[in-house]
């Protein structure tokens, strides 16, 4: 079966840019989630979709951050507008009970 | 819920037995513990889970004593393709660390293999 798909691999954008971020989980998996690792900081839960719902989004750091998942299918994390401290790598997972996580390869998100 | 605690870097020579040790004072009774791998450019992976005593699977091994305050993986002699960040993480079944469903991270623990 195919894994959980991230695009793109690597973004490089400028302060003030708008960012969106795409996520295909494993087809069939309800639960989507979105992680973030800052540079030198810990792997940092975002938020949570059970099929198109916002189970938990208590660890989205503010409102330049928007996160959508049309239909319970692939979902997108968009960033707007950019700024320098929300470089780091975005990770992207899904899980179906009563199996574990599957994690995305992420996409590593650079802002100048 | 629990944290954990970790060596921060460990080093060792391929065919050598690697263990980790997680130290997690303030685990739960339902509280499971769980290890995932993170090779770089690659999202973390599940490993092993366990509960108490021993769990043994075709990658790793995981040690649990009686108290539950710590654990270790092991890692029967490593190749140069272990070379990783493993993290520990406790919580409810699946590692999933809280009944909403979100994971929680530690630093981790980088293992690099030497030939």
């Known amino acids: 079966e195919a894994g959980v798909t991230q695009f793109p691999s690597h973004s490089v954008i400028e302060k003030g840019q708008t960012v969106t971020l795409r996520c295909d989980p494993i087809?069939?998996?309800?639960?989507l989630y979105w992680y973030r690792r800052v540079m030198g900081k810990e792997i940092k839960f975002l938020l949570h979709?059970?099929?198109?719902?916002?189970?938990?989004e208590s660890g989205m750091p503010n409102n330049r951050f928007l996160a959508e998942r049309t239909g319970g299918t692939y979902s997108t994390l968009k960033v707007q507008p950019a700024e320098l401290e929300d470089s780091g790598v975005y990770f992207c997972a899904s899980s179906q009970e009563p199996y574990g996580y599957t994690f995305g390869s992420g996409t590593r998100l650079t802002v100048v | 819920l629990a944290k954990t605690t970790q060596p921060i870097s460990m080093d060792s020579y391929e065919g050598q037995e690697v263990n980790i040790t997680c130290s997690h004072n303030n685990i739960a009774t339902n509280d499971y513990i769980t290890w995932y791998q993170q090779f770089p450019s690659q999202g973390p992976r599940f490993i092993i889970q366990g509960y108490k005593t021993k769990v043994t699977n075709e990658v790793a091994s995981l040690f649990i004593p009686a108290d539950r305050k710590s654990s270790t993986l092991s890692l029967p002699r490593v190749s140069l393709s272990d070379t990783a960040v493993y993290y520990c993480l406790v919580g409810d079944s699946r590692g999933r660390g809280s009944t909403l469903g979100r994971l929680y991270f530690g630093r981790g623990t980088q293992l690099t293999v030497w030939p």
């Open positions: 087809s069939g998996h309800d639960n």
């Open positions: 979709f059970v099929k198109e719902s916002k189970q938990d």
